[in-house]
Each structure stands twice: as C-alpha cells, then as structure tokens.
C-alpha cells in the first residue's frame, strides 16, 4: 500500500502524491467512504492516475464523480475513459457539456490547426450537470459549486471549507487561463470570477495549474488590473470591450479631420 499524502484534510493531489509532473492538477477529494476527482487531464495518464489510487487503498468502486472543471482537453481528455473503468458519473457545468459530449476540436483546444496542433478527443458524456450553488456530497465531505466564467463559458470552482478549488481562474503567478475567443472566453465575465474570488474568505486557492498557494489579494487584484486593461486593448481582439483608439480615430475621420504632421514632435 502506497501512503496517502494529504495536502489539507480531505484533499491529495495526484501530481504531488505521484512525485512526478502528470499533467493539469488532479484533486482527489477523500469523503472517507466515498471520493472523487476534480479533473483527470490526459488520456496517457488515466491508468497510472487509477493505480495510483487503488494503490492508496481507496475502493475504486466509491468513486462518486468524476468532475470536469471545465471542457479543455488537457483536463478532460481521458475522462470518458475514467468514466468507463470506474464506472463513476462525470459532472460539469452545462455550457461544458456540448464541447465534451461532441468532442469539440475547437471548444477543447483538442485542435489549434494554424499550429498544426492536433490531439484525440474522445466523446464524454455528462452525467451530471453542475450549477453556481449545488453541494456535492462526497462522504463527508461537501463541495461548493461555483460558476466562475471567464476562461471559458463553463469554467467552475469548488469551495471546500478554508479552500477553493479555483480552476483555470489564477495561478500563484498571477496569470490565468488563456483567453481565447474561440474559445468562449469573456474578459468581463472573467474579472466578476476573480473578484469574487478576491472577496471569499478561503485561506488558500488549489489551482488547476502549477502550485498550491496561500491566497494572497495581491495576486488577484494584479489579475483583475490586467485584465481590466485587457478589454479596451486591441491585442484581445474580438475579447475586447472597445477600442479608444479606433473610436477617436473615427470621430476624426467622420469630421474630414486630418493627421497634421505641421506642429512639432
Ligand atoms: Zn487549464
């Protein structure tokens, strides 16, 4: 048997348990008779993910769900396949459930073609459909559903007491998860998620991405400044709210306006 390393009560984290780089991060929350996975990432690593638990003497059969943070391949990619070993639901949030119910190349980011980047993506059928408010009862333990758009349209977060489990929201460097119109990314949408997250009391953020952090506001409101900027800039494209710079140019256009070069630099 394989100790079990718990990062706070109730929570191991497969990366950390494993000592070694699998991919996203994948929770394990313990319920004591009961468990289940925030996330399983990529195919390649569903078997070593499953006899990593079974090892750790867990009943493979006590999985009660299998949750998709969000449809992004890199955390949902062998999820059918964990679906269909352990015989567990899969839950998501249900603007989720088109892209991994049809396998949405593009919604998935299983495909970004202009980089001739392709994975498979198998098809995944969501069990269950999880909502800004719904408990998850895991054992004893009861998880927090929260919606918290902005990466994409389905993106969730998980309170468990002093903890959140908070997606592709922030990372302990401030950066976030891609944002990608094509992917249903919303920057004002985005920054409601983090100030929320701002305002919660939880003491310390599990994010999909990289280390476990205390939460410092820091690091949020240096997100929420950014990507404030990041709507009126036209380097977000189609993610922008506005331009300023096209508007005025507009107005001078509009009015005959033209560039005068007579004054000085
Ligand atoms: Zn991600």
Request: glycine share 6%.
């Amino acid at each position: 048997m394989l100790a079990r390393k718990y990062l706070f009560p109730h929570v191991i984290e497969m990366n950390y348990q494993a000592r070694r780089r699998l991919g996203v991060n994948v929770y394990l929350i313990d319920g004591g008779s009961e468990w289940a996975l925030v996330d399983i990432g990529y195919l390649d690593s569903v078997d070593e993910i499953i006899e990593l638990i079974r090892t750790m003497d867990f009943n493979l059969s006590a999985c009660k769900m299998l949750i998709a943070t969000h449809a992004d391949a890199d955390h949902i990619q062998g999820m059918a396949k964990a679906r269909e070993v352990l015989k567990a639901k899969v839950g998501a949030h249900p603007s989720s459930v088109e892209a991994m119910e049809t396998a949405d190349e593009i919604m998935t980011y299983a495909t970004i073609r202009a980089q001739n980047f392709h994975i498979p993506m198998p098809k995944c059928k969501v069990d269950v459909k999880l909502n800004e408010g719904d408990e998850i009862k895991i054992g004893d333990v009861k998880l927090q559903v929260w919606h918290t758009p902005g990466h994409t349209a389905g993106q969730l977060a998980f309170k468990l007491n002093n903890l959140l489990i908070s997606g592709d929201n922030i990372y302990k460097d401030s950066c976030v998860g891609v944002i990608d119109a094509h992917h249903g990314s919303d920057l004002p949408d985005f920054i409601d998620s983090l100030k929320r997250i701002l305002k919660d009391d939880s003491e310390y953020l599990l994010p999909s991405h990289g280390p476990v952090f205390r939460k410092d506001p820091k690091i949020v409101q240096k997100a929420i400044d950014r990507l404030t900027q990041y709507q009126h800039m036209a380097d977000f494209g189609t993610c922008a709210v506005d331009w300023p710079l096209l508007e005025e140019w507009e107005a001078e256009v509009v009015s005959g306006k033209m560039p005068d070069f007579s004054k000085g630099k």
